[in-house]
């Protein structure tokens, strides 16, 4: 099974407090096998490794009784967060502690 890098591993949430908190919506947990989103759990299928150090991941999504496949970016940023993108604009959280 493909495992990411240790960069991107740990929870990552919305925000300081959201982390602090019970989480929002944004909360993910990124394992070395999968990603845990809110209300789906993603297999790394395959990881194909940029030159700018990110990572383009293709996932099998389960959740809410469907199933469906994707392919999504993940990168860190300058600020040190994580950028999961998809089809549209990044989607940035912060690691919480």
Known sequence: MPALPARFLGTWDQSAAACAGSGSEM????EPGRLRFHESVARIEAIRETDGGHVEVDLAFQGEGESWRETRTLRR???DRLAVEAAGP???????G
């Open 27 to 30: 909360r993910l947990v990124v």
């Open 90 to 96: 990044p989607a940035e959280r912060v690691r919480c």
């Open 77 to 79: 940023t300058a600020e």
